[in-house]
């Protein structure tokens, strides 16, 4: 397995699932039991469905965010402060809407393809279950990374352990495939976006194409 290390700033396309609510492992597929701190009145859709965006506010400006977000699909805050999750109709549009308008409260955007709940069991296992598949599109000569981000669980999670053991799933399922592992920390072809709210792990999959179409957002 090659390991690269080049200093840029990295942009992807994420592709859209429909998520079904069943059980996989130990962890199980969920929306409904977030818990917004902005006090609004959840809409329907949002109960029934996953979130499939993840956006970050720049430092106390979430409500400022949520505003500027409304008319644009269902949002709403997290347990967590500065973020928030949503879904819309069309993530592609969305994106663009995002690039071409002005949100000044907005840090980060992350699509999101599946969403995980961990039940308290072996979830490193049904998490690499989860992104194995990601392998199939990561193509070969293509480089690929695994991007955490740790919110709560402090105590029992370790962001750089589970990238650790996530690349290395990924790596066995590109060497079952006949492809070389080619890891770039920097500036990959594709990057695998894990983002926990405390028990809730949300995936995305992104590809350095998106730096070109989506030039104003950041993603990481």
């Known amino acids: 397995m090659k390991t690269k290390h080049r200093k840029q700033p990295l942009f992807q396309r994420a592709h859209t699932y429909t998520i079904p609510h069943t059980y996989l492992g130990s962890t ?3 929306f409904s039991e977030i818990k917004g701190r902005n006090g609004r009145k959840p809409n329907p859709k949002m109960s029934s469905e996953p979130p499939n965006v993840l956006l970050t506010s720049r430092r106390g400006e979430e409500k400022y965010l949520l505003d500027d977000l409304e008319n644009l699909g269902e949002f709403k805050g997290s347990e967590f402060r500065d973020v928030v999750i ?3 109709e069309d993530k592609g549009s969305f994106l663009s809407e995002l690039n071409s ?3 000044p409260s907005m840090a980060r955007v992350v699509p999101i393809e599946k969403s995980l709940e961990w039940s308290g069991g072996s979830f490193e296992e049904d998490l690499s279950g989860a ?3 990601y392998a199939d599109r990561i193509e070969t000569g293509e480089s690929f990374k695994i991007s955490f981000t740790r919110r709560g669980l402090q105590d029992r999670i370790s962001s750089k352990e589970v990238e650790k053991r996530m690349g290395s799933a990924i790596c066995e399922e ?3 495939e006949g492809k ?10 594709k990057t695998i976006v894990i983002e926990s709210l405390g028990k809730l792990f949300l ?3 992104l590809t350095r194409e ?3 179409e989506y030039y104003s957002l950041d993603f990481l």
């Not at 070389?180 to 072809?189: G, I, T, Y």
């Open 203 to 205: 995936v995305g999959f």
């Open 28 to 30: 199980k597929i969920i």
């Open 86 to 88: 949503g879904w819309v």
């Open 180 to 189: 070389e592992p080619e890891v770039d920390l920097e500036n990959p072809d």
């Open 131 to 133: 992104i194995r598949p």
């Open 174 to 176: 590109l060497e079952r």
């Open 101 to 103: 308008g002005n949100f």
């Open 210 to 212: 998106m730096e070109k």
